[in-house]
């Protein structure tokens, strides 16, 4: 009888994250079997030998797969589960596709259409050639490829996916967004005989089998997806392409968190590509010489761009409509003349982000979340954006029964109704999170490419890596809006936005005029971006992280705890806060700096009230300590490495 160390897909109590099982068949590290647990069955990962223990086993009901998972995966497995103190089952979880276990009916292989690519395939140029060599050349486990909108780093991304294949090696391509999935496929797909689309939109069956078919197959793959596709079982991983690497989307915050980021590090080679790299990122890379620069377009031509910031205090820039400055709305004009495209674009989507009473003052608010509800004007209804519950438009205060209601501010919808307005006869169309599943960007993007509509109007999804060739007007209506967010990453986010927003009419394609409207015009931030001087940028961020001791200057570990009652949540975080406090005295962790207790930006959603305490060391094992040192409850929930302490 054999006796392996079972890490189990569901969660079990006790201080172990493995189980001891017994097998009369020798296993392999890294197969996954079925298990009894308690009354019940579920699916796990051998992973260990182990003697035979003093106490009775259960055997294994079956061996799902005879393929073992690549090590590269389980290193991944006890590596997340070490460094952000993921619990072993969660991350097994994410590992293992859903229904892993079920009986499926083979699905046919569907046909590729190979007939069409986004992007012509243009040879390498000097530069690229010369980025290629030297991410080959550094030592570095990880690079980061700072190349700036339009410089070609899709076409870097398929030289260094032919150079691991012909080493008999997989790569794996991560995009931020399913949405940006389909333009990056088309491109490989020229290149590539079989690439493998991994994606949470995938039924459950057609993730099983692309899963399935990555695991049993020994010649090495192209894999490309969001997050998730971070796991997809290939032989002998090579390089992992991590693209837009400044993006949010790669940290998951729910469990297992973690940054996809950090853990593509620990798996193989490691190439981050982004024109508006995190300043933390480009700081850790710097220490280790491990930057490769790209600062030209790959497609050379005397096209260029003439960037104009408009004060939005000045109204008199505004005579021809509240949202859109009159040298804007001239130049939507001449680009519909010239039948070229116009994209505007406004981080925030709705009609009306705010309902209040010229009277007494009342705000419309979810009664849920006590956040402002937002006007949609077209489904006539207000709804939350954060529980997504929506409510009847008002037509009198509830207060005071005043008749007068006010709807502030404006959103990518009332923007659309505004460019209706002033442009009657233009094609618009809209890309939001509102937006019909048929008229997705990802969906008709051919259409958007092909110059078939006027006018884009978006947030901040039009601003991740699309080409739109045709753009010769591009509009930031209210540039400084994140700025005004309480959190440390507010600045580099803004920056981020601009400067990729600007990339959209900056790739060469055609003389653009490029507007961004902004209450606060002199503000670093907005030069920064306007001039895509991220030197200047970086220096002035890394400074004020300095000073505030934040990122990459420390390291930061967020706590949080959900209470029904707003009391109950108050007396808790006290208690734990002084608890922290003690510990790290009696510890003698003397650089460890723990704020005092306060209350989450969303302080109250329908699960309850939420405060939260923010610890910064200046070594990461300090804060372990301290996480390990607390009584773990329900009611607890802790972030380490936040990108974000709203």
């Known amino acids: ?314 109204r008199s820039e505004f005579t021809r409509s509240r949202l859109l400055s009159n040298q804007l709305i001239n130049s939507i004009q001449a680009s519909l003349n010239q039948r070229t495209q116009s994209l505007i674009f406004h981080n925030r989507r709705g009609t009306a ?60 919808k009332l923007l659309e109704e505004e460019l209706g307005r002033l442009f009657p006869s233009a094609n618009i169309i809209r890309f939001d999170a509102d937006t019909d599943s048929d008229r997705q960007l990802h969906k008709i993007y051919n259409q958007v490419y092909a110059g078939n509509y006027d006018i884009i109007v978006g947030t901040q999804m039009i601003a991740k890596g699309f080409d739109f060739p045709k753009i010769s007007t591009l509009g930031i209506v209210q540039a400084d809006s994140g700025l005004s967010l309480p959190d440390y990453s507010s600045e580099e986010r803004t920056y981020q936005l601009i400067n990729q927003v600007i990339g959209r009419a900056n790739r060469g394609h055609q003389n653009s005029q490029i507007f961004i409207q902004s209450f606060q015009p002199d503000h670093p931030i907005i030069s920064y971006a306007a001039h895509s001087d991220y030197s200047n940028f970086y220096n002035y961020l890394l400074q004020r992280r300095k000073q505030s001791t934040l990122p990459p200057y420390s390291f930061l570990l967020k706590l949080s705890l959900t209470y029904k009652t707003e009391r109950g949540a108050i007396l808790n975080v006290q208690k734990l806060n002084k608890k922290i406090i003690q510990y790290a005295r009696q510890t003698k962790l003397s650089q460890v700096s723990i704020s005092p207790p306060m209350p989450a930006f969303h302080e109250r959603s329908n699960t309850g009230y939420t405060w939260q305490i923010i610890i910064k060391a200046k070594s990461r094992k300090d804060l372990l300590t301290i996480f390990d040192s607390l009584d773990k409850n329900p009611y607890l929930h802790y972030d380490f490495d936040p990108i974000s302490l709203l």
């Open 353 to 412: 982000p705010l309902t209040i009473c010229d009277q007494c003052g009342w705000q419309a608010l979810c009664e849920n979340c006590l956040l402002p509800l937002v006007l949609h004007a077209d489904k006539y209804q207000m709804r939350c954006h954060v529980c997504g519950r929506n409510y009847p438009v008002p037509t009198a205060c509830p207060d005071c029964q005043n008749a007068t209601i006010h709807h502030k501010g404006f959103g990518t």
């Open 1 to 314: 009888m054999n006796y392996y160390l079972i890490a189990p897909a569901k969660t079990f109590h006790s201080t172990d994250n493995t189980l001891t099982y017994s097998s009369s068949a020798p296993l392999k590290i890294g197969q996954i079997v079925e298990i009894s647990l308690g009354k019940n069955t579920t699916v796990g990962i051998v992973s260990a030998k182990t003697s035979k223990p003093e106490f009775e086993t259960k055997e294994i009901l079956r061996i799902i797969y005879p393929e073992p998972l690549p090590n590269h995966l389980i290193k991944a497995l006890f590596w997340l589960n070490d460094y952000y103190r993921c619990p072993l089952s969660a991350v097994v979880q994410a590992i293992l596709p859903r229904g892993i276990a079920k009986k499926r009916r083979p699905i046919k292989e569907s046909t590729v259409n190979r007939e069409t690519a986004t992007q012509p395939d243009n040879p390498l140029s000097p530069a690229q050639k010369r980025a290629i060599k030297e991410i080959n050349n550094c030592t570095s486990n990880t690079v980061l490829l700072h190349g700036i909108t339009g410089s070609g780093k899709t076409n870097i991304y398929i030289e260094l996916a032919k150079q691991t294949l012909a080493n008999n090696q997989s790569i794996i391509i991560l995009v931020p967004e399913i949405a940006l999935t389909s333009q990056l496929v088309r491109n490989f797909q020229t290149h590539f005989a079989n690439v493998i689309l991994l994606h949470s939109a995938q039924t459950e069956a057609v993730r099983h089998h692309l899963w399935q078919k990555s695991l049993q197959s020994n010649a090495p793959q192209v894999v490309i997806g969001p997050r998730s596709a971070l796991f997809a079982p290939v032989r002998n991983l090579g390089l992992i392409v991590i693209d837009e690497a400044h993006e949010p989307a790669y940290h998951q915050d729910q469990n297992p968190k973690y940054s996809a980021l950090r853990l593509a590090t620990i798996m193989a080679k490691t190439v981050l590509g982004s024109a508006t790299p995190l300043v933390a990122d480009y700081y850790l890379c710097k220490q280790h010489n491990a930057i490769v620069e790209l600062n030209e377009l790959a497609i050379k031509n005397t096209n260029s761009a003439k960037i104009s910031i408009v004060d939005l205090k000045n």
